[in-house]
């Protein structure tokens, strides 16, 4: 097991676990370099982080979509104020500068899903992502900016950039990875995998997992 799953698993509470696609993508992360040491522990990127800083400019940037992977031990600090919020959750990556990440959430029906919980200073972002990791492997491999900003979901990338004046060079070598490791296709748009795109606060937004927020008092 290398470093990122091990410390990422060890913040786990029973019966969560690491979908396989996401243990082979921390094995991908480790084996290309992708990963460091950090003042907050072990962290992994889909591109070479230093390479990424060196060649940002105010007009672009390399690396497709930006994401942090790494282990969330303070979840007391984030929303989540009583113990029946916090055995059901888990936060595994940062999604946004901002401060939005994405987590592992157990439903009702004790199903693992991956959701996402907007920094509420930025992002508003609160629902299920993905329902399966195939599937949220396939949604950052689009190449938007960040996945914390739904307003983009219904365009595709180049739009977006078109749209906010500043370009993300595609990840070709992680969009590759996806592709043959998995035999599936990259989408054009967010909302292909992103059924509902459900915010804080929104009033039956048939979002399973922001009407759980909702009603749990996040």
Same mark, same amino acid.
């Given at each position: 097991?290398?470093?990122?799953?091990?410390?990422?698993?060890?913040?786990?509470?029973?019966?969560?676990?690491?979908?396989?696609?996401?243990?082979?993508?921390?094995?991908?992360?480790?084996?290309?370099?992708?990963?460091?040491?950090?003042?907050?522990?072990?962290?992994?990127?889909?591109?070479?982080?230093?390479?990424?800083?060196?060649?940002?400019?105010?007009?672009?940037?390399? $690396?497709? &979509? !930006?994401?942090?992977?790494? /282990? #969330?031990?303070?979840? =007391?600090?984030?929303?989540?104020?009583?113990? +029946?919020?916090?055995?059901?959750?888990?936060?595994?990556?940062?999604?946004?500068?901002?401060?939005?990440?994405?987590?592992?959430?157990?439903?009702?029906?004790?199903?693992?899903?991956?959701?996402?919980?907007?920094?509420?200073? $930025?992002? &508003? !972002?609160?629902?299920?992502? /993905? #329902?399966?990791?195939? =599937?949220?492997?396939?949604?950052?491999?689009? +190449?938007?900016?960040?996945?914390?900003?739904?307003?983009?979901?219904?365009?595709?990338?180049?739009?977006?950039?078109?749209?906010?004046?500043?370009?993300?060079?595609?990840?070709?070598?992680?969009?590759?990875?996806?592709?043959?490791?998995?035999?599936?296709?990259?989408?054009?748009?967010?909302?292909?995998?992103?059924?509902?795109?459900?915010?804080?606060?929104?009033?039956?937004?048939?979002?399973?997992?922001?009407?759980?927020?909702?009603?749990?008092?996040?």
């Amino acid at each position: 097991m290398n470093p990122l799953h091990k410390s990422i698993l060890q913040t786990l509470p029973n019966p969560m676990s690491i979908p396989e696609p996401l243990a082979m993508l921390f094995d991908w992360i480790e084996s290309n370099g992708f990963a460091e040491d950090t003042e907050i522990g072990r962290v992994g990127y889909l591109y070479p982080n230093n390479q990424m800083r060196h060649e940002w400019t105010d007009a672009q940037r390399p $690396g497709g &979509t !930006l994401i942090e992977f790494y /282990a #969330e031990e303070q979840i =007391d600090d984030f929303y989540f104020v009583h113990k +029946g919020i916090k055995d059901r959750l888990r936060i595994f990556a940062r999604t946004g500068g901002d401060g939005s990440v994405a987590a592992f959430w157990l439903d009702d029906n004790n199903e693992q899903k991956i959701v996402h919980i907007g920094s509420g200073s $930025g992002s &508003t !972002l609160a629902c299920v992502l /993905a #329902e399966n990791a195939v =599937d949220f492997l396939r949604l950052i491999a689009i +190449g938007y900016d960040e996945v914390c900003w739904n307003e983009d979901f219904d365009k595709t990338p180049f739009e977006s950039f078109k749209e906010n004046e500043f370009t993300v060079k595609p990840n070709l070598k992680f969009q590759d990875w996806v592709t043959h490791e998995f035999n599936t296709s990259i989408p054009k748009t967010a909302l292909e995998i992103v059924k509902n795109p459900a915010e804080f606060g929104d009033e039956n937004s048939g979002d399973i997992f922001c009407e759980w927020l909702e009603a749990n008092g996040a």
